[in-house]
């Protein structure tokens, strides 16, 4: 039995898979934000959900910058508590299991190129904007190299005092400003528009920067109640002028398990 995992900066979603073709009904939880209490309930739900069988190995996304071996958590902005940790030791003693980590997003994306929105390209990038914001580049299948470093705090804009494109319009900043989760603004708050364009400002130097076929944007700002695609694709629109055509903007398709997917698309890749 393997398992994989999208570990969020608030949720945390887990699933059994015997093979790499299929996972179970993943079991959600609250990302707990000390790490011990998080090493315990991933553990713990982990083997639950093998029940009698051993763990073979374990494949987690999680929402920090790796050590260039994927083992240690060198920094995690929205889990601060974690950072320094040697997660993938510590959640193999606990399971018996070998462990794989990918920053959170390369998970997604791997799942979205393989599994969702992105299987009509080659090469795609998925963006979210979510808690934070990060983007990664999938090329036939492959994550591109990164060093971790997330395209959220990219600058925008000039003006002091000076805020990162994450700063601009994340989850956290918008809900830091407006007092409120950003869904209990209401889909008609005129907020979402200017969201809209400093979104297609940070996805033109995206684009510039990795020339994908396909933009793929998820994460819970870009949800019903949420900043629309296209209203970003209006904003995009007016200022691109890198080339005759823009790269396809699509929503992503697989929602909250994306990860999982990608987990599963990542077990394939090891196992081959």
Known sequence: MYIVADIGGTKTRIAA????????EPVILD??????????????????????????????????????DKR?????????????????????????????????VAL?????????????????????????VNGAHVIDGQLQPSRGISTGRQ???MDEPLRTWEQMISGKSISEQYGKPPRELGKEWDGWETLARIAAFGILNTIVHWTPGMVILGGSMMNDIGIPVDRIQAHLARIWTASPEI?????????????L??????LKQLRA
């Open 155 to 157: 600058y925008v804009s």
């Open 247 to 259: 790269p396809q903007i699509v929503h992503s398709k697989l929602g909250d398990i994306g990860g």
């Open 261 to 266: 997917y990608g987990g599963l698309a990542r």
């Open 31 to 68: 990302t707990p934000q000390r790490y011990e209490d998080a090493l315990q309930l991933i553990s713990d739900t982990a083997k639950h959900l093998a029940g009698a069988d051993p763990i073979e190995g374990f494949v987690a996304g999680v929402p920090v910058l790796l050590s260039p």
């Open 108 to 132: 997604i994306a791997l799942g979205e190129a393989l599994y969702g929105a992105g299987q009509s390209s080659k090469d795609i990038v998925y963006i979210t904007i979510s808690t934070g």
């Open 72 to 104: 240690t958590i060198v920094n995690a902005t929205n889990l601060s508590e974690w950072s320094g940790a040697r997660f993938a030791e510590d959640i193999e003693q606990r399971l018996g299991a070998r462990a794989h980590l990918e920053n959170d």
């Open 17 to 24: 898979a015997r093979d790499a073709e299929s996972f179970t």
